[in-house]
């Protein structure tokens, strides 16, 4: 059983540029949810995906947009980066969603760093 | 507004004794609580949970206790490890946000041998 990955591990970009950041699930899981996590704070909620589609969203502007794709991985894409945005980034996977907690598997997570 | 707190940024504790760590949230629709502990260049890993319909759930050497009415929770872990030595997050979901956590700040654990 492959767990949540994200590519790439680290990155670097300049204020005002786009970025897009990459998770596969765990096999068998249909619901990608992203976090963002400032150094030194608690993981904070970005959105959810769910058989594709938004599924929930946390307290980010529009410029933070996600895609899930037939094979439930998924993209975080930022556009018009600023000096905040940058941080950890974690995505989770688990199966099903809404309702009732269930178990999420967290990815390592990708370093972005904003100049 | 922070909805989960970890007033304690860190926490050192000689190996074989209890840690201590404490989590309070502000919000009454919370109805699931989980401790989440993470390494270093790895993802947060999931160590215990506890629903609001209790208040004490036991997994080996962890103990996740719920206050309700005080609105706090903690994790305690006997005896304590060196492998212990991590950040604990606690986080929080209610019944319609399903898998949507609020996190808290973290609680840096160092168990010195």
Known sequence: ?115 | DQQVKQNSPSLSVQEGRISILNCDYTNSMFDYFLWYKKYPAEGPTFLISISSIKDKNEDGRFTVFLNKSAKHLSLHIVPSQPGDSAVYFCAASHNNAGNMLTFGGGTRLMVKP
């Not at chain 1, 980066?81 to 390592?108: H, I, K, R, T, V």
């Open chain 1, 1 to 115: 059983e492959t767990g949540v990955t994200q590519s790439p591990t680290h990155l670097i970009k300049t204020r005002g540029q786009q970025v897009t950041l990459r998770c596969s699930s765990q096999s068998g899981h249909n619901t990608v949810s992203w976090y963002q996590q400032a150094l030194g704070q608690g993981p904070q909620f970005i959105f959810q995906y769910y058989r594709e589609e938004e599924n929930g969203r946390g307290n980010f502007p529009p410029r933070f947009s996600g895609l899930q794709f037939p094979n439930y991985s998924s993209e975080l894409n930022v556009n018009a980066l600023e000096l905040d945005d940058s941080a950890l980034y974690l995505c989770a996977s688990s199966f099903g969603a809404g309702g009732s907690y269930n178990e999420q598997f967290f990815g390592p997570g990708t370093r972005l760093t904003v100049l």
